[in-house]
């Protein structure tokens, strides 16, 4: 009898060690397919926050007269909706469009730095008068880059470059006549800081060519 019910138990303990086995091969087996799900679903969100900003980025590039601005806030305002672009109005008649693209709702996660992309555009009297591209990132201290291009003002067809309180903060200034290779480097925001883990510590890795430009600027 005793023998009997050992070998009993024996085999209801085999069964429930196998059900719980199962159980809980299939517990993990949901955990990964979940956290694998969760880091796609990051990885998806990050790309086409990278690839938004570029495209906004672009579109400051492309902006040449007054004819363009108008066409690139109306496709933005096809593509993303009417309260894509944040209007306000200034003294002395000012009318700003100012549109921005940030990394915030993966940010706060602590898997990537606090990111923004702003382009702003301001006209007078119907007429472009300057584009603005900014990049800030970081926690504190927030590092960024300002870049100006003006449209109706006297500035000599160079590039400005001012550096701010700190090391961390340089703006870039230059008329839309600057000629088309140095602008480019003006304008080539480097969008990965809006994806990497570690982020952008350094102006210079916002825009790679902002010391380029001024040194094209003392050789000119």
Not at 15 to 44: D, H, K, N, P, Q
Not at 58 to 70: L, Y
Not at 72 to 95: L, V
Not at 176 to 194: F, I, M, W
Request: with cysteine; glycine share 8%.
């Amino acid at each position: 009898m005793g023998r009997d019910w050992c070998l009993i138990s024996t085999s209801s303990y085999a069964v429930l060690g196998g059900r719980l086995g199962r159980s809980l091969w299939y517990v993990v087996c949901t955990l990964l397919v979940a956290v694998a799900l969760f880091e796609l679903g990051i990885a998806v969100y990050l790309a086409h926050i990278r690839a938004s900003a570029s495209a906004l980025i672009n579109s400051a590039r492309e902006i040449r007269t007054t004819s363009d601005a108008e066409r690139e806030i109306a496709a933005w305002k096809e593509r993303s909706g009417n309260d894509f672009w944040q209007e306000s109005d200034q003294p002395g008649g000012d009318h700003n469009y100012d549109a921005q693209i940030a990394n915030l709702a993966i940010a706060r996660l602590h898997l990537v730095q606090p990111t923004a992309v702003t382009v702003g555009i301001t006209m007078r009297s119907g007429r472009l008068r300057w584009v603005t591209v900014i990049e800030m990132t970081g926690w504190q201290p927030v590092t960024a880059v300002a870049i100006n291009e003006w449209f109706d003002s006297g500035m000599p067809s160079r590039t400005l470059l001012r550096e701010g309180h700190s090391a961390l903060a340089v703006t870039v200034e230059f008329p839309s006549a600057l000629p088309e290779d140095q602008r480019a480097k003006a304008l080539a925001v480097n969008t990965g800081c809006l994806v990497w883990h570690g982020g952008c510590k350094t102006v210079q890795d916002i825009l790679p060519g902002i010391w380029q430009l001024e040194a094209d600027r003392r050789a000119n």
